[in-house]
Structure formats: structure tokens, C-alpha cells
């Protein structure tokens, strides 16, 4: 059974700081590896999709890449400012189609 | 575009009575998935419906839960009755088709609280 594990729980930094989200997952036999956004009471936002080939996907300040073979993923965050305060959530995807989450990483940007 | 639409977006009710929550996907995407998300958790999956069939309802808590997608686009969750357990976010996303390059687009959810 695929398990997620995000580390840390919470994170608090000064706007402006560089930071890595860390995803860990036990099966490596993955399709791809998804990191969403969730903004209090609302739904996810996807952020960036990495098929199972790919070692890294940027999109603005942030990028993440995935080694498989480790069962590991980051979510690099650069120049973070407090409209990132969110949590953070990572996801895979298995040969069964559905989304085996993390149970995510609360970043909170401090002006 | 428009995103995946849910409503309500809150809904709160007292134990053993019923409750329904409306799901409508992007349009073209032939998939549709229910996720329940407890507080502090990740989502997890409760039924996959590939057009109007049910393709992966194993974590479905079929005694009380029920689920349609009668003409293949919106849906329906149905929880009959509701116990204080109950109380959590749920979530619809949907994509295009099934397969690893296809990207799941999630809705804002409902969030139901049983008193």
C-alpha cells in the first residue's frame, strides 16, 4: 500500500527566504507526482505535475523535481512571499488512477 | 473556462439525517472522482467514475454513502443518514480521461459539518 509522508508539518519563515518542501512515498512504482496548493476552506489548486520520466518541473519561483528510485520529491519555493502561506500538499499516482496524498506541509510567510 | 463546480459550498445537519452534495466537472472531462478530506489530512479517494460507470468505489462506505453520474457528466453524493464521523471536507475533481498524463482539477468542496 503506497504511503506519503511530507516533512515538515508546518513551516514559518521571513518573506523573501528560499525553501524546500520535502515529499517522501514508499512505492516507487509511480505514474506521476502531483503538488497542489490549499488555501483555508478552499479546494487544491495544482501547482505542478511530474510524470514518472521526468526528474523536474518549474514553473515561476517554484520548482520541483522527483527522484523515483528514492521514493522522494521537493518542492523548491525561492523568494517566498506571504501570498505563499498555504499548505502545501504532494501527491502520486499509482497504476490503480487514483491520487494517494501526503497529509501536507503548512507554510506560513511572515511579512 | 470554468472550473470543476460544487454546491453547497457548506452544509450543516443534524445526525441520521440525509444529505446530498452536486458535483458538475469541466467540461470534456470524462472522469470524475470524490474525495473526502478530514481535517488536517491529504483528500482520499471514495469513487472514480469513468463517463457514468463506477470504476473504483472500494473506499465507499456503501451502508451509507451512495453515488451517481446518471448521464455521464454531473454527479451526486449522497449520504443517508449522516453520523457525526461524517463531519469533513468533500471534494470533486475531474480530468479529461484516465492515464498517467491526464491532471486531476479539483472543486472548492463542500464542507459538512453533522451535529
Known amino acids: 500500500k503506497q504511503e506519503v509522508t511530507q516533512i515538515p508539518a508546518a513551516l514559518s519563515v521571513p518573506e523573501g527566504e528560499n525553501l524546500v518542501l520535502n515529499c517522501s512515498f514508499t512505492d516507487s512504482a509511480i505514474y506521476n507526482l502531483q503538488w497542489f496548493r490549499q488555501d483555508p476552506g478552499k479546494g487544491l489548486t495544482s501547482l505542478l505535475l511530474i510524470q514518472s520520466s521526468q526528474r523536474e518541473q518549474t514553473s515561476g519561483r517554484l520548482n520541483a523535481s522527483l527522484d523515483k528510485s528514492s521514493g522522494r520529491s521537493t518542492l523548491y519555493i525561492a523568494a517566498s512571499q506571504p501570498g505563499d502561506s498555504a499548505t502545501y500538499l504532494c501527491a502520486v499516482r499509482g497504476g490503480s488512477e487514483k491520487l494517494v496524498f501526503g497529509k501536507g506541509t503548512k507554510l506560513t510567510v511572515n511579512p | ?115
Open chain 2, 1 to 115: 473556462e470554468a472550473g470543476v463546480v460544487q454546491s453547497p459550498r457548506y452544509k450543516i445537519i443534524e445526525k441520521k439525517q440525509p444529505v446530498a452534495f452536486w458535483c458538475n466537472p469541466i467540461s470534456g472531462h470524462n472522469t470524475l472522482y470524490w474525495y473526502l478530506q478530514n481535517l488536517g489530512q491529504g483528500p482520499e479517494l471514495l469513487i472514480r467514475y469513468e463517463n457514468e460507470e463506477a470504476v473504483d468505489d472500494s473506499q465507499l462506505p456503501k451502508d451509507r454513502f451512495s453515488a451517481e453520474r446518471l448521464k455521464g457528466v454531473d454527479s451526486t453524493l449522497k449520504i443517508q443518514p449522516a453520523e457525526l464521523g461524517d463531519s469533513a471536507v468533500y471534494l470533486c475533481a475531474s480530468s479529461l480521461g484516465p492515464g498517467a498524463y491526464n491532471e486531476q482539477f479539483f472543486g472548492p468542496g463542500t464542507r459538512l459539518t453533522v451535529l
